[in-house]
């Protein structure tokens, strides 16, 4: 278990409550993907599972997804279905690469008007059963399973992002190295999405939800486009997050990124 700085008393009560547990605990904190990192590090096991502070495991999941690893061995990295507090679906837990029109889209919230149709609804795959075990570009990094085989062959997370994106980073170097990620609805967790950093420094994390989103594009996508595409497509995230920013200092409920749907 990694601690990434926390100013409340959870450590102590690890400590005293779970003995056997190994605490890697960071004076501050250093972001997600770093965290995570260092608790790869320490770990062991043919298997790694990330999985947020913010999280309730339902009974069976995590047997659910080690079992679907042994019997595919193709499969770099899975996870499970992501609940609301509610029991509703957070579709982020499996969803198709963020391409630059599958953003447009979601940004526009097409995949609400046209949960059916493939090209609106890329980014969520709101298309597919969410009751059925598939094959997906990404899962959600509130609860991911990855192969360590995989961890060794292709590294740890991306630290060039801080809070968000790199789950979606890894997943993506995942499978153009080939390997294959799947939703495997059967395990359950819910995720009280939101109760930590984002409603401690929202405008903070805001940018940085953009930011991600620069680092992704960059990164994955910039080489297959001249100077004024990729011109165009910062000129659009940078104002999208000045809108974000400007709509949240008006709204009492700080929202970072998007609503968990």
Same mark, same amino acid.
């Given at each position: 278990?990694?601690? $990434?700085?926390? #100013?409340?008393?959870?450590?102590?009560? =690890?400590?005293?409550?779970?003995?056997? /547990? %190994?605490?890697?605990?960071?004076?501050?904190?250093?972001?997600?993907?770093?965290?995570?990192?260092?608790?790869?590090?320490?770990?062991?096991?043919?298997?790694?599972?990330?999985?947020?502070?913010?999280?309730?495991?339902?009974?069976?999941?995590?047997?659910?997804?080690?079992?679907?690893?042994?019997?595919?061995?193709?499969?770099?990295?899975?996870?499970?279905?992501?609940?609301?507090?509610?029991?509703?679906?957070?579709?982020?837990?499996?969803?198709?690469?963020?391409?630059?029109?599958?953003?447009?889209?979601?940004?526009?919230?097409?995949?609400?008007?046209?949960?059916?149709?493939?090209?609106?609804?890329?980014?969520?795959?709101?298309?597919? $059963?969410?009751? #059925?075990?598939?094959?997906?570009?990404? =899962?959600?990094?509130?609860?991911?399973? /990855? %192969?360590?085989?995989?961890?060794?062959?292709?590294?740890?997370?991306?630290?060039?992002?801080?809070?968000?994106?790199?789950?979606?980073?890894?997943?993506?170097?995942?499978?153009?190295?080939?390997?294959?990620?799947?939703?495997?609805?059967?395990?359950?967790?819910?995720?009280?999405?939101?109760?930590?950093?984002?409603?401690?420094?929202?405008?903070?994390?805001?940018?940085?939800?953009?930011?991600?989103?620069?680092?992704?594009?960059?990164?994955?996508?910039?080489?297959?486009?001249?100077?004024?595409?990729?011109?165009?497509?910062?000129?659009?995230?940078?104002?999208?997050?000045?809108?974000?920013?400007?709509?949240?200092?008006?709204?009492?409920?700080?929202?970072?990124?998007?609503?968990?749907?």
């Amino acid at each position: 278990m990694v601690d $990434n700085g926390s #100013e409340d008393k959870s450590t102590a009560i =690890v400590k005293e409550t779970f003995p056997d /547990v %190994r605490l890697v605990e960071n004076g501050r904190n250093e972001g997600f993907a770093k965290a995570n990192n260092k608790g790869i590090r320490a770990s062991t096991g043919r298997y790694v599972l990330c999985l947020n502070n913010d999280t309730v495991v339902l009974p069976g999941a995590l047997g659910i997804l080690t079992d679907f690893m042994d019997h595919h061995p193709d499969v770099g990295a899975c996870g499970p279905k992501v609940l609301n507090r509610d029991g509703t679906i957070q579709h982020q837990c499996k969803r198709g690469f963020p391409t630059p029109m599958s953003a447009a889209y979601y940004f526009m919230r097409l995949h609400k008007l046209f949960p059916k149709s493939k090209r609106f609804g890329h980014y969520l795959l709101t298309y597919l $059963n969410s009751d #059925e075990i598939n094959e997906v570009d990404a =899962v959600s990094g509130a609860c991911m399973m /990855v %192969r360590r085989q995989v961890i060794d062959q292709l590294g740890l997370m991306d630290e060039d992002y801080k809070m968000y994106g790199e789950d979606v980073d890894w997943c993506y170097r995942i499978k153009k190295a080939g390997w294959k990620t799947y939703y495997v609805p059967q395990a359950r967790i819910v995720h009280y999405g939101g109760q930590t950093s984002s409603t401690i420094r929202p405008y903070r994390n805001i940018w940085e939800f953009h930011r991600s989103m620069v680092v992704f594009y960059k990164k994955h996508y910039s080489a297959n486009h001249n100077f004024f595409i990729n011109s165009l497509i910062y000129a659009g995230i940078h104002v999208k997050a000045m809108i974000n920013l400007g709509v949240n200092l008006l709204r009492k409920e700080k929202v970072v990124g998007s609503r968990k749907p």
